[in-house]
């Protein structure tokens, strides 16, 4: 279910000017997405979800895994469309920002230019029990019988503040449930393969945002957020304007920001680009993690899966696509577009994310009301739609 929007009066209210006060009383259960906020990233329309989900037949489910005192994981997998991928494969890139991480699968992306299988989101430690169970999963489908190699593609960030990594909670059925609910709706936050991440020292998570272009394509973007640096929200820094995370958590083990972490990005697109283009939008979606204040430290691991699932470029097993696709010079509002909603969608991961607790303490949600605050006070804050 998508998240509600902020409430109008809510939304009014924080949008008028001078209101400080006001947005200082916003209460703890209003986490709007940057852009009901009043965050407008970039020039370009939303599509209608501002979701990876606006592009069409794209389609996402999240199994969110909280057992106990420690276990706090999930997985997200996204579908490139409705058909079998391994019977219809769409041409993919990966682009390595920093590789200090576990990408199952990246080899034969970047050999062969496609992508065979959905995409999965996960723990660090759970990358491979996650690839097991896509195997499976995609084994099971209908006309695979004489399958004989298949490449699971799996992404990870290292949820281990939160999660009992090591006890690697994640199981082949919640895999198989974030694959059987995967729909047009994109919930965000603290959820799926967001569950136990944390970014800039607060609650981290996944996030979506999408951009229309004026050819009537789409890009969608969707992150699992995890890493650090230097926070910076619609160009304004905040440091010196919030609290530090540790001294808000009620119990002083939230983790001190180093840099370190990761960010798995993964951008969609319907317009026919070969995996060659969807290498250069790949590395665009890295100016976006850049805007926010990363500079991809030496821990961080900072993946980009890009892939276009134009239905004249799917192509079954040894066959090539016979289309053509859109010339080099067309693509600047292309990179735009994945620069922009990469942004937005690590904001939209803080935005919604909430409060946890976990295995080695508790890591508290981004406080939105001095956020706000900054950003109003530097003319960066638009009326909220």
Not at 3 to 8: F, R, S, T, V
Not at 64 to 90: K, Q, S, W, Y
Request: hydrophobic share 45%.
């Amino acid at each position: 279910m998508r998240p509600p929007l902020l409430p109008l009066a809510l939304a009014l209210l924080l949008s008028a000017p001078g209101m400080a006060a006001s947005a200082a009383a916003m209460p703890d259960d209003a986490r709007p997405r940057a852009r009901d906020a009043g965050i407008v990233i970039g020039p370009l329309p939303t599509g209608a979800r501002n979701a990876i989900t606006d592009v069409p037949g794209v389609r996402v489910g999240h199994t969110t895994v909280i057992e106990g005192d420690a276990a706090r994981t999930g997985v997200t997998a996204i579908l490139p469309h409705a058909g079998n991928p391994f019977r219809e494969r769409v041409p993919a890139a990966i682009e390595v920002g920093n590789g200090f991480g576990k990408l199952v699968g990246a080899t034969q992306v970047r050999e062969l230019g496609e992508l065979e299988t959905p995409i999965l989101l996960t723990g660090t430690l759970g990358v491979w029990r996650a690839a097991d169970a896509l195997a499976e999963w995609m084994l099971r489908q209908p006309g695979m019988a004489d399958v004989r190699s298949l490449n699971p593609v799996v992404g990870e960030t290292n949820d281990g503040v939160l999660n009992d990594i090591r006890a690697r909670p994640l199981r082949p059925e919640h895999v198989f449930e974030a694959l059987a609910q995967a729909g047009d709706e994109v919930a965000e936050g603290t959820v799926g393969a967001g569950t136990g991440t944390v970014a800039f020292g607060w609650k981290g998570g996944i996030g979506t945002s999408s951009r229309r272009l004026p050819d009537g394509h789409v890009v969608g973007v969707l992150v699992q957020s995890n890493y650090g640096g230097r926070l910076t929200i619609a160009g304004v820094p905040m440091a010196g304007r919030l609290p530090d995370p540790r001294a808000v958590a009620a119990r002083a083990a939230a983790p001190s920001d180093t840099g370190d972490g990761s960010i798995m990005i993964v951008v969609a697109t319907d317009a026919p680009l070969d995996a060659r283009q969807l290498g250069r939008l790949a590395r665009r979606a890295l100016l976006g993690l850049a805007r926010t204040g990363s500079a991809m430290s030496h821990g961080s691991g900072d993946y980009v899966i890009a892939f276009s699932n134009a239905p004249a470029l799917r192509h079954a097993p040894g066959a090539a696509a016979a289309a053509s696709v859109l010339p080099d010079d067309v693509l600047t509002p292309y990179f735009e577009a994945a620069a922009d909603a990469t942004e937005e969608a690590i904001l939209n991961s803080l935005f919604r994310a909430t409060a946890l607790d976990g295995h080695r303490g508790h890591v508290p949600a981004l406080p939105l009301a001095p956020v706000l605050d900054a950003l109003r006070q530097a003319g960066a804050l638009s009326a909220p739609p």
